[in-house]
């Protein structure tokens, strides 16, 4: 069972805001920064948001985190195609002494 | 430039072993954290482990801690992930990154390689 879970995929039109939650628990997301990274198909990932809600160089004010107690979300406003990537949460977890990853998420324009 | 460069795809039988590399180049090596990411295919990352090249201090996952070794040469700016006997379990794209530190704990992986892609059949 994953410490941090994440939806499979999420979808959109152009235009539009998409949210996408990651919710952890008191040994992870309640107590230590969490990250966000892009991944687009057959390539790395890329930092995207740091700090909860610090953007990477270069990264459009578009895109943004946030984090609540035991949970944190990305959200990508104005949503355009080339967004069409997966999106994955970080975060160190105290219990298991290590970084933990969502499972990733889909985001589809439509 | 702060780049991560990796060894290229391998094709393994089960029972080989491997080792595969990360190149760093762009920053003082000794100074930052390197981690591995395993992906297998079409699922998320897991983190595998981390070394600190100042000093060769390392950390495992905890699934992954006796399955790998990380290691670096400082000399070549180099990290290394190696399996001394791998599994078709251990097929999957492996990622190494630069850890960056806040306040002295780990605090995200800004930098990413390319990824080595491992195929092991059985």
């Known amino acids: 069972q994953s410490l941090v879970t994440q939806p499979a995929s999420v979808s959109a039109t152009p235009g539009q805001r998409v949210t996408i939650p990651c919710s952890g628990s008191s040994s992870n997301i309640g107590i230590h920064f969490v990250c966000w990274y892009q991944q687009f198909p057959g390539t790395a990932p890329k930092l995207l948001i740091y700090r909860n809600d610090q953007r990477s160089s270069g990264v459009p004010d578009r895109f943004s985190g946030s984090k609540s107690g035991t949970s944190a979300s990305l959200a990508i406003s104005g949503l355009r195609s080339e967004d069409e990537a997966d999106y994955h949460c970080?975060?160190?977890?105290?219990?298991?002494?290590?970084?933990?990853f969502g499972g990733g998420t889909k985001v589809t324009v439509l | 430039e702060v780049q991560l460069v990796q060894s290229g795809a391998e094709v393994k039988k089960a029972g080989e072993p491997l080792r595969i590399s990360c190149k760093a180049s762009?920053?003082?090596?000794?100074?930052?954290?390197i981690a591995w990411v395993r992906q297998m295919p079409g699922k998320g990352l897991e983190w595998m482990g981390i070394?600190?090249?100042?000093?060769?201090?390392?950390r495992y996952s905890l699934s992954f801690e006796g399955q790998v070794a990380i290691s670096v040469d400082t000399s070549t700016t180099t990290a290394y992930l190696q399996w001394n006997s791998l599994q078709s379990s251990d097929s999957g794209m492996y990622y190494c990154?630069?850890?960056?530190?806040?306040?002295?704990?780990?605090?995200?992986?800004?930098?990413w390689g390319q990824g080595t892609n491992v195929d092991v059949s059985s």
């Open positions: 762009g920053y003082t090596f000794t100074s930052y954290w």
């Open positions: 990154a630069r850890v960056s530190l806040y306040w002295g704990d780990l605090d995200r992986l800004d930098t």
């Open positions: 070394i600190y090249p100042g000093d060769t201090e390392t």
């Open positions: 970080a975060v160190w977890d105290d219990s298991v002494r290590g970084w933990v």
